[in-house]
């Protein structure tokens, strides 16, 4: 016969641990320490030396020179003495090959024989 002891209490126990965050602030602290590092690196000054940023002078003089002029006795003239050439017409082209028409009807195949078990 079946138990009907109904007077069983099942108790479940959820246990959370709660954590202060530790290691993501570790994570993001290494992070932050790497790329301060990667930007010393990339922009930093090598040698230590301050730069100078300084101009030497008050004034700054500038003289751009003009490139030499064109020859002139490259110029190309045109003879209208000469005669203009008539255009030419296209020559016919040659007539193409007949093409090979495919049959009305395909003629009547013999149907396969059936398959059978060995």
């Known amino acids: 016969m079946a138990d009907n002891d109904t007077t069983k209490t099942y108790v479940r126990d959820t246990r959370t641990t709660e954590t202060s965050g530790a290691s993501m602030a570790l ?5 932050v320490v790497a790329v ?6 990339v922009f930093g000054n090598g040698d230590g030396a ?12 500038v003289t751009v020179e003009p490139t ?3 020859d002139s006795t490259t ?24 093409v090979e028409t495919a ?3 395909p003629a ?11």
């Open 27 to 31: 994570i993001v602290g290494g992070l």
């Open 36 to 41: 301060g590092f990667i930007l010393w690196l």
């Open 50 to 61: 301050v730069v100078d940023n300084t101009p030497g002078a008050d004034t700054t003089n």
């Open 68 to 70: 030499q002029p064109a």
């Open 75 to 98: 110029n190309v003239t045109i003879d209208a003495d000469e005669p203009a050439v008539e255009p030419v017409t296209p020559a016919e082209p040659a007539p193409a090959a007949p």
């Open 103 to 105: 049959p009305a009807e």
């Open 108 to 118: 009547p195949v013999e149907p396969a024989a059936p398959a059978t078990n060995p």
